[in-house]
């Protein structure tokens, strides 16, 4: 594989071509998924649950996830490193920079932030000082306890048109790439379609730009009940790698998302 890079997202988008993100925490899972062809991996907060065992992403610490992308950067090939703030990095600017800096430090090449419009300042301080940005929007999972949960988001018009805004927003801010979270499809085609920046879904439905999905989804090793939107890749393979080359050759041909993973 060539390697990834935003230039290959846009191109990717430009010319209707979907790619496969994934998760990961470690150098073996790391070199696994590229291996499979995946062209985005991501140093998520979800490890304070998959790898911590916390019910949320919030006791996540920088120093975790730096110490997660480290581990990845030796094993992550060709692939991009997008790497996930933590929980109150947006407390200020300066914090935001500093954050954002020791992630970029540890080898990310995009940082994903969690937030709306609001999020817009900070962003293109970011983006001012060379730091990609990926804004996360829809269930944002920092604000779970606001949220009342990890609920679909968007589902009234309302609600769908001010995703939209927001993600018209934080692009114009200088946001390279959208993620959005557990909305209905309809609003994920909305969303891409409207935004010249490629737009990865996670339970956003089939007519986004590119798929992420938790590693330990895909292996059907998730403790309790998994999410509408996931898939047990492991269900159809004879190893992990090639659960990971079926969810990659799903994506690319877009049989993942079917109908029964979307909102
Ligand atoms: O932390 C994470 O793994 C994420 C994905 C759910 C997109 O943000």
Redesign the pocket.
Known sequence: MKTVTLSTLQAFKRAGETFSCL?AYDATFAHAAREAGVEVL?V???LGMVLQGHAS?LPVTLDDVCYHTRCVTRGKGASLLMV?LPFMSNTSTERLLQDAGALMRAGAELV?VEGEAWMADGIRELTRRGVPVCA?LGLT?QTVYQLGGYKVQGRDADQASRILEDARALVEAGASVI?L?CVPASLGRAVAEALEVPVIG?GAGPDVDGQ?L?MHDVLGVTAGRSPRFVKNFMAEADDIQGAFRRYHEDVKARRFPAEEHCF
């Open positions: 998760t991501l998520g907060d979800s992403t996930d994903k996360h999972p993620l979270e996670i992420i938790v």
